[in-house]
C-alpha cells in the first residue's frame, strides 16, 4: 500500500480508503490492509471507549493505531451491528 500511494502520490490512508470498499465484496479482507494484531485488539478497545469523533478516539489511544486501522474496524464494527 505504501509503495502504491508513493506512486499515485497519494497518502496511505487514502489507498486504505480506496481498498476498503472491496472488504463487502470479499475480494479483500480487512487484514489484508492492516496487522491481524491490531484487527483483534482493536475489535476489544474501541466498543468500550466513548468519542465524539475519529480524532477523538485516536488521542485516546496509543499512536501505534493509524487512522486508516481506526476507520476500518469503526466501519466493521457498524456494518455488524
Excluded: C, W
Aim: a negative charge; hydrophobic letters at 35%; aromatic letters at 6%.
Amino acid at each position: 500500500m505504501e509503495e502504491i500511494a508513493d506512486i499515485r502520490e497519494l497518502n496511505t490512508n487514502t489507498i486504505i480508503g480506496h481498498l476498503a470498499s472491496f472488504i463487502s465484496s470479499g475480494k479483500v479482507k480487512i487484514t489484508d490492509l492492516m496487522s491481524a494484531k491490531h484487527y483483534k485488539e482493536l475489535k476489544v478497545i474501541i466498543p468500550e471507549k466513548t468519542f465524539e469523533n475519529l480524532s477523538d478516539l485516536k488521542h485516546q489511544l496509543d499512536d501505534k493505531y493509524s487512522y486508516g486501522e481506526l476507520r476500518l474496524v469503526l466501519n466493521e464494527l457498524s456494518n455488524s451491528q
